[in-house]
């Protein structure tokens, strides 16, 4: 967290379909949209997609994640998901400004959906950040599933400043997922790492998570000083969000 502690942050939160909401919404609005949407993975066969997230993500007998209630949007086949993500990410450019950045989250099974719909929604693909859980299962013989993936883009051009000292964010990062014992979520991410990706949108900008679960982007922007506008369908996950970003806020009041 910086030193600054705006107090005067606009957070915004809505509680339904995001496709629905954005249309009420102002065009060109947003520096960044970071978000972490339903993979619709868990694994290759269409027996193995529609199974519950807690049956995919969790196991009972030593997740404690399992406690969270199952997130819908996760059951879809490759292609429908693919043209799901592409009219989710079309909408959210509109709402874009001009050289705004997006970062979505999604496992391997569907990197190749995700940047196939970013690139159809009309965002320029300029490549692949690797985040590195360290925590996949032991299956010998085989090379271990340690990371997901944030598939970037950006709104049209974004110009290079090259001023002096001026440097690249990174390309990978090792960040601990979140222990079971203090998630908020089934798949919740890293507050620390939302924060390290949130750098490259400007300071004092707008940031929009458009499958905001249990809220950590809008506590990382919080932290970074970046306003927040976040979007969650499930009205159980909404309430755990707006709970934990009202006592990020309240912190920063103190």
Not at 34 to 56: F, I, N
Not at 115 to 136: E, H, M, P, S
Not at 141 to 159: A, H, L, M, Y
Request: with cysteine; glycine share 8%; aromatic share 10%.
């Amino acid at each position: 967290m910086n030193g600054r502690k705006r107090k005067d942050l606009q957070i915004t939160l809505f509680q339904g379909d995001c496709l629905e909401l954005m249309e009420h919404m102002e065009d060109g609005l947003f520096d960044m949209v970071l978000t972490d949407p339903p993979y619709s993975s868990g694994g290759l066969y269409a027996g193995d997609r529609q199974k519950s997230t807690a049956s995919k993500y969790t196991d009972t007998t030593y997740n404690g994640a399992s406690r969270f209630p199952d997130f819908s949007g996760d059951n879809m086949d490759q292609r429908s998901f693919t043209e799901f993500m592409r009219m989710v990410l079309a909408k959210a450019r509109q709402k874009s400004k001009d050289g705004a950045v997006i970062a979505v989250f999604v496992d391997w099974r569907n990197l190749a959906a995700m940047t196939d719909a970013l690139q159809a929604a009309g965002w320029i693909y300029r490549g692949i950040v690797v985040w590195n859980k360290g925590n996949a299962r032991n299956i010998p013989g085989r090379f271990r599933q340690d990371c997901e993936f944030i598939v970037w883009g950006t709104n049209g051009q974004k110009p290079v400043d090259w001023k002096p000292g001026a440097a690249a964010l990174q390309g990978f990062y090792s960040e601990k997922s979140v222990p079971s014992r203090i998630k908020h979520h089934q798949t919740e991410k890293p507050v620390s790492l939302l924060e390290k990706l949130i750098a490259i949108s400007p300071a004092d900008g707008y940031v929009c998570d458009l499958f905001m679960g249990s809220g950590s982007t809008g506590v990382a922007c919080i932290n970074t000083d970046r306003n927040f506008t976040g979007i969650e369908l499930s009205k159980q996950i909404f309430d755990t969000a707006k709970t934990r970003i009202d006592e990020a806020m309240a912190a920063i009041r103190e």
